[in-house]
C-alpha cells in the first residue's frame, strides 16, 4: 500500500472534488493545529514535575508506539530498510533529540505563549536556508518580512523592554533557546524533504521518531527516569499521554492526511493560527498573563512571516510541515 492509499484509507471516497470532501481534510488539519498549539502548555505543565529528558524519552516512546500501530494496521512496513537508516537517524537526532531537548529546556525557563509566538520565525529560517543552499533570490519583499518578523521576535523576548537587564534574564535565555530551536527546525524540514518524499509521511515519520526515541534511552535510563514517571501526578501522566497520542502521532496522521485532499497552500495557511491556539490555552490552562507587548511583537513575527511567504516560489514537490514536532 502506497502513501496516497495510506492517506485514502482514513478518508471517506470521493471520484469528484466537493465541499464535504474539502472541508473534512482541512478540519482534520485544524484539529492537528489545535492539539499542536496546546502541546506547548502540556510540555509546560509537565516539566512541573518531569526532567525535560524524561518527559520527552516518555513522549517519544508513547508516540513510537502509537505510530507503529498505525502504520502496521495499513499493511505497511514500519521498519526502515537499510538504505533509508542513515537520512532517518539524522532526522531522528535532529528532529526529535535535539529539536526537543531545545523546546524543553527553554520552556522551563520562558513562558508557553512567548514559545508559541516564536516558533512561527520557522517559515523565516526555511526562507534564508532556502536563499543560501538553493540559490533562491530574496527580494526586497522578503528582506522586509525578514527585518519586520526579527523585529516582533526582539519585542516577544524582550517584553517591550530593550536593554542589557532584560536579555540576563532566565526568561531571554529561554526565549533563545526556543529560537534555536526554530532554526534546527528549518534544518529538519529541508533535509527530511526527499526522505518523506520517497518513504511517505507516516513511514518516515515514524521512523525518524523511533531513532530519535533510541538516542533518549541511554541518558533516560542513566538518570532513572521511570523513578520520576511512577511518582508523576495523574494531572502529569495525562499531560504526557496527550502529547504522546494527540500531539506525535494523530496530529501527523490528520495533517498529512489533509495534505493529500488540499492545496498544500489552503493547508499551510492554518499554521498561523498556532500561535493564537498556544495564547489562549495557557491563558486559560496556566494562568499566564496576557502582555500587550508580547502581543504586538508575537502579531509582528507573523506579518513577517505572511510577507516573506507570499512571495516564496511555489513547490508543488515541497508539502508544508509543521512548525514543529508537536
Known amino acids: 500500500m502506497d502513501e496516497v492509499d495510506e492517506v485514502r ?182 533535509l527530511g524533504h526527499r526522505t518523506i518524499r520517497r518513504l511517505g509521511p507516516s513511514r518516515a515519520t515514524t521512523g525518524s521518531v523511533l531513532l530519535g526515541t533510541l538516542m533518549l534511552t541511554p541518558g533516560f535510563v542513566a538518570q532513572r527516569g521511570w523513578e520520576e514517571v511512577a511518582s508523576a501526578s495523574s494531572q502529569t501522566l495525562g499531560a504526557v499521554l496527550f502529547l504522546g497520542v494527540a500531539c506525535s502521532a494523530l496530529g501527523y496522521l490528520l495533517w498529512y492526511a489533509a495534505l493529500e485532499r488540499v492545496e498544500a497552500t489552503r493547508v499551510a495557511s492554518l499554521l498561523y493560527l498556532e500561535p493564537l491556539v498556544t495564547l489562549g490555552a495557557a491563558m486559560w490552562l496556566l494562568g499566564e498573563p496576557f502582555r500587550p507587548a508580547t502581543a504586538v511583537g508575537g502579531l509582528l513575527v507573523l506579518a513577517g512571516v505572511v510577507l516573506v511567504q507570499r512571495v516564496a516560489p511555489r513547490r508543488a514537490e515541497v508539502p508544508p510541515a509543521p512548525l514543529a514536532v508537536e
Open 9 to 190: 484509507s482514513v478518508l471517506p471516497p470521493s471520484s469528484t472534488p466537493s465541499i464535504l470532501s474539502t472541508a473534512l481534510p482541512l478540519l482534520g488539519a485544524l484539529l492537528a493545529i489545535v492539539l499542536w498549539g496546546i502541546s506547548f502548555v502540556a510540555t509546560k505543565a509537565a516539566l512541573a514535575e518531569m526532567s525535560p529528558l524524561t518527559l520527552i524519552f516518555t513522549r517519544f516512546a508513547i508516540g513510537s508506539f502509537v505510530l507503529l500501530l498505525m502504520v502496521s494496521a495499513r499493511g505497511m512496513n514500519p521498519w526502515p530498510a537499510r538504505d533509508s537508516l542513515g537520512p532517518l537517524l539524522a532526522m531522528g537526532f535532529i528532529g526529535v533529540f535535539v529539536h526537543q531537548m531545545l523546546q524543553a529546556w527553554g520552556l522551563t525557563m520562558t513562558s508557553a505563549i512567548n514559545t508559541g509566538w516564536l516558533v512561527g520565525l520557522t517559515p523565516i529560517w526555511s526562507a534564508v536556508l532556502a536563499a543560501l543552499f538553493l540559490h533562491e533570490r530574496f527580494t526586497p519583499m522578503k528582506l522586509t518580512g525578514l527585518m519586520i518578523a526579527f523585529i516582533g521576535a526582539t519585542i516577544v523576548m524582550t517584553r517591550g523592554e530593550i536593554k542589557a537587564t532584560t536579555l540576563s534574564l532566565p526568561s531571554t535565555r529561554g526565549d533563545l533557546l526556543i529560537l534555536a530551536s526554530t532554526f534546527n527546525w528549518a534544518i529538519y524540514t529541508i
